[in-house]
């Protein structure tokens, strides 16, 4: 029900609207360990998202996400680093928490193995997944190049129906049989707006 996305590019603002747009879904987070004038998302984007009803945490940057609480350390922006932006700086001794269902980690091209790692996640060698990429931390799943490696958006795409296929399973939702689905843009659009 609730939905943490962890970054502020273009492609945490597709996660969160995508997020925002799953039945029975109460809330959508964007946490961001600097200011939204720093996100390095297209300001359609971030747009959209605000449109959407995305709540921005912002100046907070996840250490931690475990029986269903996200810990994080508040930030301050310092001076300009080699981006062009203000340089987050954590606040000693100050974290803030809220409760969340689920995290999505859309933090950038570049693994993060120490974010990874704050999260339970053991990446020595292998990540250790059932057949769905869920990781043995409950409900984070993993595809892509954070799982693989460097590898192709095919390979990335197919994770993605491996992992909605297990959420599927989980929350015993029927899938949609896609054989000879037509998808008509404008009516999917228009039922969406609905």
Known sequence: KNVAIIGGGNSAMDAARAAKK????DSVYIVYRRTISEMPADKEELDF?????????QLLDPISF?????KCQK???????ESGRKKPIPIEDE????A???????IGEVVDSEFLKNFGIKIDGKIEVNEFNETAVKNVFIGGDAFRGASTVVKAIADAQKIANGIFQKEQITKIDTKNYHFDHKKQFSEIEK
Do not use: P, R, Y
Request: hydrophobic share 45%; glycine share 8%; aromatic share 8%.
């Open 100 to 106: 969340v269902d689920s995290v999505i980690s859309a």
């Open 95 to 98: 974290f803030e928490v809220f």
């Open 49 to 57: 998202a605000l449109q959407d009803g995305i709540e921005f945490k």
């Open 22 to 25: 799953v039945k029975n879904i």
């Open 75 to 81: 930030m301050k922006l310092g001076k300009t680093d």
């Open 66 to 70: 475990k029986n269903g609480i996200l």
